[in-house]
């Protein structure tokens, strides 16, 4: 294509005039003066041949004389003009004409929609930011077509980089329409017409502003020269590079009388610096070409909504209620209503919900804005009938109650219905309606299938003594019960046998079957807990849920068995210990040496949620006739195996336990206000086993009141008694004494409460639970290279805010090898405000995958874990605000356009240019780069697409023309010039002889 029209012509032209006359006194003259001697010199021949054929024509008559003079006057002529030199010039005439650049950007983040979709209006019915610069381009009589009244207009495409393939619309030419604009955005077969018009412009296709490759529905029938046509569209659109991109094109086109740079972009620059677009901002404002710049895309905080976590326990027992959380951010919806379903799917029909619960609630302010709503399922709304059979009479166990200590809930209760849940998989899925300025194709966001197994198996329960004290009888029995007509506990036993003997106590009654009474501790640890052997089954501790261990003697388990227990627990086992004055204090003796007890032990010292004291150094001699309450710093009303007493619902566990220790007119507390003295109890424990102190990671859930019992590191604190702490997956409680089966001196229900509720509380972790204490906020997904918010509420065990010194972390779990960032992060107090036990942090994610986040509430033990999803960052498309700021620094000051227009468009224009916007950054976004100092206080050429059609109107026409001489062809010397003139002398001559004359 040439740069400038070119026209090439050729004209005659003498020679001899053109050289200099050289005369004498004169030097060099021009070389017309040439004609003041031939003209004269002509006239004399002239004159000579008309004087001489005027005296022959009196004997030849005026008719041959005429002719003869002719003759030989065209003999003259021919012999004057041939010294003048004839020839033929050429000429070439270059027309140079100013022009306009318009160049656009194409890149994928012009796929995007920002009009709001209101009034039932569908996404895919909203244009594209590429659709609304279609849009001006082929608008009848707009833009373009404006703009090629005054200056023809070069467009070129960019994105990654500049495409070479650029369209050239002529001044008055032809413009394309938009079917025209739209043919170009599909990749054309080789055969396929290009659009009307199109043979004028020098471009190979396919498309030109967005080709859109989604269309190419099978790749593998393109031909080479396609696929690579379609590769090369993939990697422009794949970024953006606004600075280099825009500088390759000025700094070619920069000599060819540029009249303006239009850029179409929504400044998005996801490559490239931000100082490339400074400098070439400088360098057209020294050259004096304004750089016009047309802001696609609407600025305004995005408006999401996510589902962030639907929170649900993984197993449920039918008879007890269950939680359903779910939690959700908006961003951009703070202080806004938003209303949250539930879909409750019951087993065996995942179809047709069962119910839908809705609840409206706000987003609170936050980072980002948050809702959470929760949702009980609880047999009584959800279950259905089951009946429980009566007790028997021959079940009931003689004990030791006093007769005025009998109540009326200890007789055998008759037959009663009661609700269950559905036994299977129940189905939760929670929705959210879009938000009406939200861009989003569906009508609602809806949360992935959430399970909870709800199931009637059997509590597998292993009771593990080393004697078979009071409260181990009890307890069996208890167990037993629970096993035989109820079904609710798997039971196993195991006693140990007597020490120095390896024979085991068999002979006994233990109420099981004898295959139940194990002659050795399990032996095994099975992921599988299904062999089909009896003997295999018993033998596999993974095939237990709860071990009861009463004083156990830990020293006859071997080293192996010891660390399957440690894993076991782990891995979600639960354990409980009722500690003793036998075998209890084997574990708090000193080791020999470092490969002594002590080390062998480790595994179930590390379990223990208390630091054991040896008896021996405090010496011990309790009384028998002075009992002690128990005081409740740690419990709380979540922990049910405390609430003893269910025949008043408004009862608490701490009036229940007053009752016990008091009797039916207790009115005070478990726990003493301060400064309160108590008086003694009726009733209550009398010996505890001594503990240095409990580990920093446990819950001191109730302590020994006797003053002589207080630590000895710390006098002030009562002994520990009731101890709880997490391992891994499971949990390990410690009873200080096995005294509970006192309980039944009051009522035999409360003693079969608290363990009935205790087993299941400790057999199966947090089943069925929820924790309340550790209440994160942040996404479920994220982007590689992007930082991570997190925002987690910590509550104490009284469920009030912790103290807002504490330092909690958080622990990772990266993807597979991933290793590229650190595993714990420190979270620091949220500043400002009432506290409220709000924690935040960031961590940055480099790499895509699922990772795991452990939160670890201060002070309670309590953890919970949250799994969230990194992507792969797509630069084009993970943000797609425009940049006006950017945009800003790019567009030329106007003073030099405003200078060349008239006033009113001069007032229009300073109406329509935008004043300079700092975009708010986006969540993750990376800190912004130091920008070069730009004068703000000057309007600069920066406009919207809805007043971008008076940019036509700043542009003027120049026009430059240029001759230059070309190639000389000599026409004198040819040979016809020569034969004219020796033909007409011969001619001449020949008549002269014929007519004799002389």
Same mark, same amino acid.
């Given at each position: ?349 995942? =179809? ?9 609630? =706000? ?151 004898? =295959? ?149 007119? %207790? ?243 300073? %109406? ?35 007043? %971008? ?50």
């Amino acid at each position: 294509m040439n740069d400038s029209n070119l026209n090439q012509f050729t004209e005659g032209v003498y020679r001899r005039l053109e050289r200099p006359l050289k005369l004498p006194g004169f030097g060099e003259v021009d070389g017309h003066y040439w004609w003041l001697i031939l003209i004269p010199l002509l006239i004399v021949a002239v004159v000579y041949v008309i004087l001489m054929y005027i005296r022959d024509g009196r004997s030849i008559g005026w008719s041959w004389a005429a002719f003869l003079g002719v003759c030989r006057c065209g003999v003259y002529g021919i012999l004057a003009w041939a010294f003048l030199m004839p020839a033929d010039q050429t000429w070439n005439e270059v027309r140079k004409e100013s022009r306009v650049l318009v160049i656009c950007d194409i890149s994928r983040s012009f796929d995007t929609r920002d009009e709001i979709p209101v009034g039932g209006r569908r996404i895919e019915d909203i244009p594209t930011r590429q659709d609304q610069v279609i849009k001006l381009m082929a608008e009848k009589d707009g833009f373009l077509k404006k703009m090629l009244e005054t200056n023809p207009v070069y467009t070129y495409r960019f994105g990654r980089f500049v495409d070479e393939n650029y369209l050239v619309f002529e001044k008055n030419g032809t413009y394309w329409t938009r079917d025209q604009w739209e043919d170009r955005l599909r990749p054309r077969k080789n055969d396929e017409p290009a659009p009307e018009g199109a043979d004028r412009l020098s471009v190979n296709w396919p498309g030109f502003l967005q080709p859109s490759i989604k269309e190419v529905e099978d790749e593998a029938k393109l031909d080479e020269d396609q696929k690579k046509q379609l590769d090369r569209m993939r990697r422009l659109r794949g970024g953006t590079n606004i600075g280099d991109s825009v500088s390759t094109v000025f700094n070619r086109e920069m000599n060819n009388m540029l009249q303006g740079v239009v850029v179409i972009t929504d400044g998005r620059n996801t490559e490239g610096t931000r100082q490339a677009v400074t400098e070439l901002a400088d360098r057209a404002q020294k050259n004096k070409i304004p750089i016009f710049v047309i802001a696609v895309g609407e600025d305004r905080p995005p408006i999401r909504i996510e589902i962030a976590d639907v929170r649900a326990p993984d197993v449920a027992r039918p008879d007890d209620p269950f939680k359903i959380q779910v939690n959700a951010k908006g961003d951009g919806l703070p202080n806004q209503d938003v209303t949250i379903n539930v879909d409750i799917y019951k087993p065996g029909d995942d =179809k047709k919900p069962f119910k839908t619960v809705t609840k409206t609630v =706000k987003f609170k302010p936050g980072t980002p804005p948050r809702a959470e709503v929760e949702i009980e399922i609880s047999p009584e709304e959800y279950g259905e009938e089951a009946t429980e059979k009566p007790a028997k009479p021959e079940d009931k166990k003689p004990d030791d109650k006093k007769p005025d200590d009998k109540k009326a809930d200890d007789k055998p209760a008759p037959g009663k219905k009661s609700l269950e849940l559905a036994e299977g998989e129940w189905i939760f899925v929670a929705r959210i309606p879009k938000d009406k300025q939200e861009i989003f194709p569906d009508a609602e966001h809806k949360s992935e299938k959430v399970k909870v197994n709800v199931r009637k198996r059997p509590l597998r329960v292993l009771l593990f003594a080393s004697a078979p004290t009071r409260d181990y009888q009890f307890i069996r029995t208890l167990m037993v019960r629970e096993a035989g007509e109820k079904k609710r506990v798997d039971l196993c036993i195991h006693l140990q046998p007597i020490p120095n003997s390896s024979t085991p106590r068999i002979g006994h009654v233990q109420d099981v079957d004898p =295959k139940r009474l194990l002659k050795s501790f399990p032996g095994q640890l099975k992921d599988s807990t299904d062999e089909p052997d009896e003997a295999q089954r018993f033998d596999n501790l993974g095939s237990y849920d709860l071990i009861i261990a009463f004083d156990p003697d830990w020293s006859q388990l071997s080293d192996t068995d010891l660390k399957h227990v440690e894993k076991w627990v782990e891995n979600g086992g639960g354990l409980i210990v009722l500690a003793g004055p036998i075998n209890t204090l084997d574990l708090a003796r000193p080791g020999v040496n470092p490969g002594g007890d002590r080390l062998k032990f480790k595994p179930i010292l590390d379990l223990y949620p208390v630091i054991l004291e040896d008896a021996r150094i405090k010496d011990l001699e309790r009384k028998t006739d002075e009992p002690f309450r128990l005081n409740f710093p740690g419990a709380t009303d979540e922990m049910e195996f405390l609430k003893l007493n269910e025949e008043d619902e408004k009862a608490t566990y701490r009036a229940s336990w007053d009752e016990f220790f008091d009797g039916p007119a %207790a009115k005070g507390e478990a726990s003493p206000k301060p400064g309160e003295v108590r008086p003694p109890p009726l009733r209550g424990f009398f010996n505890y086993y001594p503990v240095k102190r409990a580990k920093d990671k446990a819950i001191v859930i109730a302590t020994f009141a006797d003053p002589q019992a207080n630590l000895a590191e710390s006098k002030d604190k009562e002994m520990p008694y009731l101890v709880t702490a997490t391992a891994g997956k499971g949990r390990v409680f410690w009873i200080g004494s096995g005294e509970t089966w006192r309980l039944r001196q009051y009522r035999e229900a409360y003693h079969e409460r608290f363990w009935t509720k205790l087993t299941r509380f400790v057999g199966a972790g947090n089943a069925g639970k929820l924790s309340q204490r550790i209440d994160p906020n942040m996404g479920q997904f994220f982007l590689a290279n992007t930082y991570v918010p997190v925002e987690v509420k910590f509550l104490d065990r009284d469920l009030q805010p912790v103290d807002k010194n504490v330092k909690p972390k958080i622990t990772l779990k990266l993807p597979g090898a991933v290793n590229d960032i650190p595993k714990e992060y420190d979270l620091k107090a949220r500043p400002g405000g009432e506290w409220t036990g709000w924690f935040t942090g960031r961590f940055l994610v480099k790499s895509p995958g699922e990772y795991e986040i452990t939160f670890e509430g201060p002070g309670t033990g309590e953890t919970y874990v949250r799994k969230f999803i990194v992507k792969e960052s797509d630069p084009e498309l993970d943000n797609t605000r425009p940049d006006y700021d950017l945009m800003y620094d790019l567009a030329s000051e106007a003073d030099g356009v405003l200078n060349r227009v008239n006033d009113q468009t001069r007032k229009d224009l300073l %109406a329509r240019l935008l004043k300079p916007v700092k975009a708010e950054k986006a969540e993750g976004d990376a800190p912004a780069e130091p920008k070069e100092n730009v004068n703000r206080d000057k309007p600069h050429l920066l406009f919207e697409l809805k007043n %971008a059609d008076i940019i036509p109107s700043c542009m003027t026409a120049q026009l430059q023309e240029e001759k230059n001489r070309g190639k000389v062809h000599d026409t004198w010397d040819n040979h016809w010039l020569l034969a004219a003139a020796v033909g007409l002398l011969a001619i001449e001559w020949l008549t002269r002889k014929l007519l004799r004359l002389a």
